[in-house]
């Protein structure tokens, strides 16, 4: 459960440009960790996330699946404890492990109480699990046959399917075209020296971000860092992924036994980093990510009935992400539905939204935006990507300003800077065609 921070008194008495503050602390460890730190005292709990550069586009080649197997056996045995005896001890103190992994990063995240005894013996869990995971042979076995299984039946979902033929059509020979599960096959080739030696490389001090956000005190969080990291390795941080090449134009259509159409069109998008962020964040929300008040919906849903929703959203991430427009169609509509969406954004990148639609936007934006705050975990995951990904220690305080600075032509020179209407990728799964 999500549990009210202590920011919630505030966002109800504060002019909003000043709902987002937060007194965000930053800091080195002596051996090389970075951390951020919101200090709390108003409830008795503490929130960490540990982040590494680990996720699938850091897959070698010819072994697609590693850094998933690597991050999830991370608890299934550790500093000399079972993963059934983890489970117990993390109940015992009514601390909850969990983790999460994607094309980017991979990360282990702790909520305890904060007080002492039960707070030491979470520590002690998540230190053994961060620093010395023992990928049991027969934990491998198993949870290798596991995974090789969901993914098979994941084949059997069109959403699936499409997804990554777009990422594939996308970013080709890039590590983002990497699926996120792993391929089963080189999954079934893959063994413990493997993860063992993925872990040691990515795993290390100069490349893990630590977040906490709760009821302990500087000192205290300084401490947790330390003892955190201590017996991580020392391997060098890791470089940089290349930047994606342009996606060319092309039109995917395979065959899957689906009553409706999935269909996905898109390009390389944006990093988190990018100037563009905010017109591009902010226009979108009228194009497609506003729900019922965006013009996709209005077009494809509203005037012509052609899906139940349609919807496009930017996924910045540590080099470009996907810009992805996407909807669900009838298979006899599928060319109709298509072309409606495309014509839609074709218009929205030569004209930009209206003037009553962006201040909709804006308003909608910075009026939802106390409640992206409004608990700790909420805030741990802000502080996180702010860590991860080298955002301004002011993000938050200044979100709301730069929301509000946007205006048409912004919007309109950041898409034609950023979407080619003339270059898009499209993928249609369950058209009963394959092309």
């Known amino acids: 459960m999500l549990i009210k921070s202590f920011l919630v008194a505030l966002l109800l008495s504060l002019p909003l440009s000043a709902q987002a503050a937060l007194a965000i602390q930053h800091w080195q460890t002596p051996q090389g960790a970075r951390v951020f730190f919101v200090e709390s005292h108003e409830l ?57 992994l994607d094309r980017d990063r991979a990360g282990v995240t702790l909520r305890t109480l904060s007080s002492a005894a039960e707070k030491d013996k979470a520590l002690d869990i998540l230190a053994r699990v961060l620093q010395r995971p023992g990928f049991p042979q027969a934990v491998i076995k198993r949870e290798k046959q596991r995974l090789i299984s969901s993914i098979r039946e994941a084949e059997a979902d069109p959403g699936t399917v499409a997804s ?32 063992q030696a993925f872990y040691r490389t990515h ?13 302990v005190t500087r000192a205290e969080a300084e401490a947790i860092a330390v003892r955190l990291t201590a017996g991580l390795s020392r391997a060098a941080a890791l470089p940089a992924l290349p930047q994606p090449a342009p996606a ?14 999935h269909v996905l069109v898109g390009m390389v998008g944006m990093a988190r980093n990018d100037p563009d962020y905010f017109p591009l964040f902010v226009g979108n929300y009228v194009l497609g990510g506003g729900g019922f008040d965006s013009q996709l919906m209005r077009e ?5 009935g052609y899906a139940y929703s349609a919807y496009s959203y930017f996924l910045p991430m540590s080099e470009a992400g996907p810009f992805q427009l996407g909807l669900q169609t009838k298979l006899e509509q599928t060319d109709d539905a298509l072309k409606v969406a495309q014509a839609t954004l074709r218009q929205f990148i030569a004209e930009g939204p209206s003037e009553a639609e962006l201040t909709q936007a804006k308003s909608n934006l910075t009026g939802g935006f106390p409640l992206r705050i ?15 990904y080298k955002l301004p220690l002011d993000y938050l305080d200044s979100w709301v300003d730069q929301v509000n600075a946007v205006d048409v032509a912004a919007v309109k020179q950041a898409f034609a800077r950023r979407v080619d209407p003339d270059k898009l990728v499209t993928v249609v799964v369950g058209t009963g065609n394959a092309r």
């Open 44 to 100: 008795p709990m503490l929130d960490i996330a540990v982040d590494f550069p680990a996720g699938s586009a850091r897959d070698p080649v010819g072994k697609a699946g590693l850094a998933h197997l690597t991050h999830g056996l991370l608890d299934q045995g550790a500093g000399g404890l079972s993963d059934t005896a983890i489970a117990h001890r993390l109940a015992d103190v009514g601390a909850v492990l969990s983790g999460r």
């Open 164 to 195: 990554k033929a777009f990422y594939r059509a996308l970013y080709g020979t890039h590590p983002y075209a990497h699926d996120e599960a792993g391929d089963p096959a080189a999954i079934a080739r893959l063994t413990r020296g493997d993860l």
């Open 203 to 215: 795993y290390s001090v100069p490349n893990v971000v630590i977040s906490l956000m709760g009821d």
């Open 248 to 261: 060319t134009a092309s039109d995917t259509r395979i065959a899957h036994p689906s009553t409706q159409s």
């Open 300 to 304: 494809v849903r509203d005037k012509r």
């Open 374 to 388: 409004d608990s700790n975990r909420k805030i741990l995951d802000y502080l996180s990507v702010i860590g991860f």
